[in-house]
């Protein structure tokens, strides 16, 4: 029987997508949870096995269910992360891995990750370092913000009176898109730094702001703010993009809207 793939974050925006992906290739999937999460049904004869365990990846040797929760696998999938400590849980699982001796470790990152000097994007490019550090056979794709997450920010401006605007552009793309190309990552050859992975359109952020207001509704006006700093002068030379040799998307900002909001 194959070993069962570890799937990290599987309880997340982008794990709910490739949990079900996964299980359809006939792979048995093993979710790594810092949460308890409810046994599944038993499988049929002609499904993939469905297996939750718990470990907190922050805690390094402390957690003791990561190095348990490693053994028997041959790939990792890596999608667990937060707004910190996504060195760290890396760092912690590339270890166990590696005691492992895990053949394919696949990661998800973000685009810009070496390029924004804000601390999600410093976090992010030091796991990718631990990643490649590893010593494993590894895979790691960067992706553009998902739609979900600038929904979230979009309706949490949306209930202030004005709108403050900064000036910069967005490729957002959809999380399932992602997902279906993790997927095949995870089932293919060790590739490195694959290409990005963009949405298929570049907004500015007024425009993808004026396109939830249309789909929800709402009326508000909209005030032009400058980003200071470093991060200001990398936002406005649209160093948080990814144009050339990058991989698109297909659905856009607003199908997202028209499906999510309808």
């Known amino acids: 029987m194959a070993s069962p793939i570890l799937l990290t974050g599987g309880t997340g925006t982008l794990g709910r997508h ?13 979710v790594l949870s810092r949460h308890p999460q ?26 003791d269910g990561i190095q348990s929760a490693v053994d028997g696998t041959e790939i990792v999938l890596h999608l667990a992360g937060g707004p910190k400590g996504d060195e760290v849980a890396t760092r912690n699982l590339v270890r166990a891995a590696s005691r492992a001796g895990v053949k394919h ?16 994007f410093k976090s992010k490019l030091a796991a990718e370092e631990a990643v490649t550090a590893s010593g494993l056979p590894w895979t790691t794709l960067r992706a553009a913000q998902f739609h979900d997450l600038l929904l979230t920010v979009v309706e949490k401006m949306a209930k202030l009176p004005v709108i403050p605007v900064p ?29 990005d992975l963009a949405g298929p359109k570049v907004y500015e952020s007024a425009e993808a702001i004026r396109a939830y207001l249309r789909a929800s509704g709402r009326k508000r006006p909209l005030i ?27 659905r856009t900002w607003e199908d997202f809207l028209t499906e999510r909001l309808r």
């Open 224 to 250: 032009p703010v400058r980003m200071p700093g470093k991060a200001g002068r990398v936002y406005r030379a649209d160093g948080n993009l990814s144009l050339e040799g990058t991989d698109f998307g297909t």
């Open 18 to 30: 490739v949990l079900p992906l996964l299980g359809a290739t006939g792979h048995d999937v093993r």
């Open 105 to 120: 470790l696949v990661f998800v990152s973000v685009i810009a990750a070496d390029r924004v000097p804000l601390g999600y």
């Open 38 to 63: 409810p046994h599944p049904h038993p499988p049929k004869d002609d499904q993939a096995r469905l297996e939750y365990v718990t470990a907190d990846l922050l805690k390094g040797e402390v957690g």
């Open 167 to 195: 000036g910069l552009r967005l490729q957002p793309v959809d999380s399932r898109e992602v997902a279906a190309r993790l997927v095949e990552l995870t089932l293919d050859k060790p590739a490195g730094l694959v290409p």
